[in-house]
């Protein structure tokens, strides 16, 4: 399992880290994606043993006072797994709106042509891509186009550029991933753009979402 979840080159990790950036107490959740699910109980186990035994940062901070939850219930109790039944979800969205406001909550990194878009150059076109994609890859097939023409207007947009760096104590080095934070307003979406959207808040968006980056929450208004 650790081959495949970090060693494993040139593949899409079927796993997201998410949680967002100034809290003073720890708080986050582990996405897993299609078959990754069926290594919950090792995930769980493995995070126990990162919080009791090898700890946090650089100082490897010990973590005894704290609980772990599968989907809202309660998993690890008296050192024992206990997993609720159909634990596993599908994505479903229920109602579609057309105006929406976009928050990029963690850094969000998108490349075109072999260069991070700016905060002035990111388009809605890219965005729905980009997640697309992703959804493609998650489900192991090959790269397409989107199939529906993309409707919608990015109408104001409060972008800033976030930097960020992360420390690998495997690899003993660090590494620059800032990106773009703010928020967006978009207006007239269709409903294939709608959806793809938000399919975004669960598989993230842009590279590097299994360290936590292109964490998005959408907001929807009538306006």
Do not use: W
């Amino acid at each position: 399992m650790y081959y495949q979840f970090y060693e494993h080159k040139n593949d899409y990790h079927k796993y997201r880290l998410d949680f967002e950036l100034n809290k003073s107490y720890y708080d986050f959740n582990f996405y897993l994606f299609c078959d990754a699910v069926s290594s919950l109980p090792i995930i769980i186990s493995a995070f126990h043993f990162l919080l009791t035994k090898q700890g946090l940062g650089k100082e490897c901070k010990k973590i005894s006072d704290f609980k772990i939850f599968v989907n809202d219930e309660e998993c690890y109790k008296n050192n024992r797994i206990v997993l609720p039944e159909n634990y596993t979800k599908n994505i479903t969205i229920n109602e579609i709106y057309e105006n929406i406001i976009l928050e990029c909550i963690m850094p969000l990194r998108i490349k075109q042509k072999n260069q991070f878009v700016r905060a002035e150059n990111l388009d809605l076109k890219t965005l729905i891509n980009s997640i697309y994609q992703r959804q493609m890859r998650l489900l192991g097939r090959e790269y397409k186009k989107f199939p529906y023409e993309i409707k919608g207007e990015i109408t104001k947009r409060n972008l800033y550029f976030k930097d960020l760096m992360r420390l690998s104590n495997r690899q003993n080095t660090t590494m620059q991933i800032g990106g773009l934070m703010g928020n967006m307003e978009i207006r007239g979406l269709s409903k294939e753009c709608y959806e793809v959207l938000k399919l975004g808040e669960i598989i993230g968006v842009g590279k590097q979402c299994v360290f936590g980056l292109g964490k998005i929450q959408i907001k929807e208004f009538n306006g």
